[in-house]
């Protein structure tokens, strides 16, 4: 199983990206993932995520900013992050969501870049 983040590039501040996170492999249920960002600096943090009830949450830092949604018939998780800020800068990840009891193994992510 995989798990391929893409969408990131550089905005201007108050501007928009949509993350996409595409699964590949057989059986693997977009059910419960979450998007998690690693800034210069700092661990990795999760930034979203959606559970297998459906229940969502966001980090107190997106919240009203970001949306995560998914699309299971193309298999994918998306993030739509709004009204972006410098801080958000960093490599942007998605795995099973945090209280997962395990990880898939971590990709490349996929680098935003917010210009002040």
């Known amino acids: 199983v995989q798990l391929q983040a893409s969408g990131g590039g550089l905005v201007q501040t108050g501007g928009s990206l949509r993350l996409s996170c595409a699964a590949s492999?057989?059986?693997?249920?977009?059910?419960?993932l979450g998007w998690y960002r690693q800034i210069e600096g700092n661990e990795r943090e999760w930034v979203a995520y959606?559970?297998?009830?459906?229940?969502?949450d966001y980090a107190d830092s997106v919240k009203g900013r970001f949306t995560i949604s998914r699309d299971y018939a193309k298999r994918t998780l998306y993030l739509q992050m709004n009204s972006l800020k410098p801080e958000d800068t960093g490599v942007y990840y998605c795995?099973?969501?945090?209280?997962?009891?395990?990880?898939?193994?971590w990709g490349q992510g996929t680098q935003v870049t917010v210009s002040s």
């Open positions: 795995n099973t969501q945090p209280k997962a009891t395990s990880r898939l193994a």
């Open positions: 492999g057989s059986d693997f249920s977009i059910n419960a």
């Open positions: 959606v559970s297998t009830s459906g229940d969502i």
